[in-house]
């Protein structure tokens, strides 16, 4: 459901999200609570989406890998050679992603497919990116900074939907989030990290007593906390369905505005057609009293 309401146009995106938490919040108050959060996408994202779901993003994908490799192995002509295919598949994915947004009635602007064109070229330099775009759950368009790593934050709806990463090889796949993960290990990781501990003082560390823990404790905390938790999903609830009987009562009330409106109209039609043949039997009036005074004068000479 959630790659079904990506597909729809950023426009109505969020008429047709409260639609569908409506439909199924009576059954299933987790899913309605899922659908109300989705994002919705940039405009950027929902092309690429309708791209993913026509699965025309697949070539350009499986370039990477050979993009890739060219480039770490410094060799020139097939960097040229790949570069060459890339722009060509990048042209004519953004051409096919322009037609499938007209078609949806929503034609996508110069910048639109600027912005396409750079997410697929980080889908070909990343294979976890490449992994997002394939996914159709994209609600942000991705860009790709040379080889570092692309950013996928908050670029997904779903990331724990992306199970893995397209590497064209036979390599294990990595799941996209233990991905994110390791990137942000590796990034914390770097130079201006604190010293290496000297091994007098790793001692030391590991002599350093473990602090005692209460079980009983423990529990009363996790209860509050779940008491609390519960509270709030409560109030939660509450708002929603407050907002839903607001938002309801304010359509009652447009319809009601609308339907005086009509009968004002249709009132003021009324009164201008008795306006006019009231005129015109007094125009008709008038000329039969001009007629008779004239008979009158032609009679008394």
Partial sequence: MVRELLLVAPADFVRERTARQR?????DRALAARIGGLRKPAPAAWVVDLLAHEGALDEAVALGPAVRQAQADADPTAIRQLRQQRSQVVSALAQAGADLATDAGHPATPAVLDQVRATIEAAMADPHAGAAVRSGLLVQPLESAGFEAVDLDGALADPDAVPDA?????????PITSARRARKASRASRPDREPE???????????????????????RAARAAESTARAESRDADAALDTAEADLASAEDRRADLERQLAEAA???ERAEWARDEAEAASDRARELLRAAQRHRHDVGR
């Fill in 23 to 27: 439909a199924v919040r009576g059954d």
């Fill in 166 to 174: 397209w590497s064209g090889t036979d390599a294990e796949p990595i």
């Fill in 197 to 219: 501990p000297q091994p007098e003082t790793k001692q030391k560390q590991e002599r350093k007593p473990e602090p005692e823990t209460d079980p009983a404790a423990e529990r």
């Fill in 266 to 268: 249709a009132d003021v």
